[in-house]
């Protein structure tokens, strides 16, 4: 019933256990939706020879009512045990200990890869000329960078305590106003590099995709992000000149101020992204605007080693719709396709990505879509994962 990891590959049994996280919001919403689909998708696609059997396990508010805990030891368990899982949002805890439960899942399990694919779908409204020139698939570092939460309050002993060491140590002179300054730390790997990078090659000659790009600000921030570039370019002149050399693919640079202006003059030119964690929360995003929103953005966090994977909703628990029949189950539905084709079920994966491809071509889709294409026809929620199903099936 479990997915192992073998000979550097995953074995996925015909009857597999996946967890899931149903979610706090609109989770409640849309991920029963999308474990329809799936099953659909894989009954159809193997005709019985193959099945899910889903395991719900607890976080966000809905563990807390019930366990007291935003996040119980059992549900990282689970994930760890059977490998792959799908996570609706969760509603951060204010005031907890818990900065972010996403965070924590992502640390306990070491899932350095946020991997973003970002594709428009022929239908979906986009704000620039030319969406159908955008298709990246974004390998954003997960576990380093500005995000690690190494910084001090101002006002603190604790930064005061930083700022003499940085000026009577570390003869730092150019803090501008240092009594009154907070003081966070980025700290940027060797290790934590190449493995990104290596990951963001593998997927690229894996996919038979053209080019990586290192996206960086190693312009200012030399060691750091020009570490990460120079690291990258190392990485794969040593691990990769074979597939240099015969032109599997090739390997760039862009500054990420210049490559958010690009993506949006000449996004062709993009195909692979491997970029830090910061430049690669702001990437997404704006990609994701690009072709329709957060709305439909599916995305995982991943640990090639070990084969870890949570394929998640990119949005939020969306509070002001929820309990509606109005929010868009679209991210977590591609992110389940992507859990499924990250497993080796292919053929179901691509039943799911078609039957999406097919309704928002026809201008079915949820409010938050619907209200900006020309002739859209809204949905709820319950009634656009019918129409998934029946397209999935094959029924209309
Ligand atoms: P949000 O993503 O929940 O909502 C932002 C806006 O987008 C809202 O107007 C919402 O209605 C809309 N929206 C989001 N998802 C939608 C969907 N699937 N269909 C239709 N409309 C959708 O962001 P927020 O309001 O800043 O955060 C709400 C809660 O979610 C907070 O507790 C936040 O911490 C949490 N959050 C969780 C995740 C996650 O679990 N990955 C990500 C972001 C925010």
Excluded at 290 to 314: D, K, L, Q, R, W
Excluded at 335 to 341: D, F, G, I, P, Q
């Amino acid at each position: 019933m479990k997915i192992v990891k073998q000979n550097n590959r995953l074995v996925t049994p015909d009857k597999v256990t996946i967890p899931f996280i149903e979610g706090d919001g609109i989770g409640k919403e849309i991920t029963p939706v999308c474990r329809a689909a799936v099953d659909v998708a894989v009954g159809k696609a193997y005709g019985g020879s193959r099945s899910i059997c889903w395991r719900e396990v607890l976080a966000g508010e809905k563990a807390f009512c019930a366990t007291g805990s935003w996040l119980p030891d059992e549900t990282v368990e689970a994930f760890r045990a059977y490998v792959v899982g799908l996570k609706g949002p969760l509603t951060t805890p204010v005031g907890e200990g818990i900065r972010s439960l996403n965070v924590a899942l992502r640390q306990a399990l070491d899932l350095y890869v946020c991997l973003r694919p970002v594709r428009w779908i022929s239908g979906l409204p986009s704000p620039v000329k030319a969406p159908y020139k955008v298709n990246m698939v974004i390998f954003r570092e997960n576990t380093e960078d500005i995000y690690a939460g190494i910084e001090w309050q101002q006002g603190t002993p604790e930064a005061n305590k930083f700022l003499k060491f940085l000026t009577e140590e570390m003869g730092v002179t150019g803090i501008r106003f240092p009594e009154t300054s907070a003081f966070g730390v980025k700290p940027v790997s060797v290790e934590g590099t190449e493995r990104l990078v290596r990951a963001a090659i593998e997927y690229a000659l894996a996919n038979r995709l053209p080019s990586v790009t290192l996206v960086h600000k190693g312009n200012i921030m030399k060691y750091t992000e020009g570490g990460f570039k120079r690291w990258g370019y190392e990485l794969a002149q040593r691990e990769y000149a074979k597939e240099l050399a015969e032109g599997k693919f090739f390997i760039q640079d862009v500054i990420a101020d210049a490559f958010l202006q690009n993506t949006l003059l000449t996004p062709e030119k993009y195909s692979v992204v491997a970029t830090l964690n910061l430049n690669g929360d702001y990437i997404s995003d704006q990609l994701a605007a690009m072709v329709g929103g957060v709305g439909i953005a599916p995305g995982a966090n991943i640990c090639y080693e070990s084969g870890h994977a949570i394929f998640e909703a990119t949005h939020g628990t969306a509070p002001d719709i929820a309990g509606k029949n109005m929010a868009n189950p679209s991210s977590l539905f591609l992110s389940s396709a992507m859990l499924l084709k990250y497993i080796g079920w292919t053929e179901a994966a691509n039943l799911m990505v078609a039957a999406m491809d097919k309704l928002l071509a026809g201008g079915k889709a949820t409010y938050d879509i619907a209200r900006f294409m020309p002739n859209g026809e809204t949905l709820g929620t319950v009634e656009f994962g019918e129409h998934l199903v029946n397209l999935i099936a094959g029924e209309s």
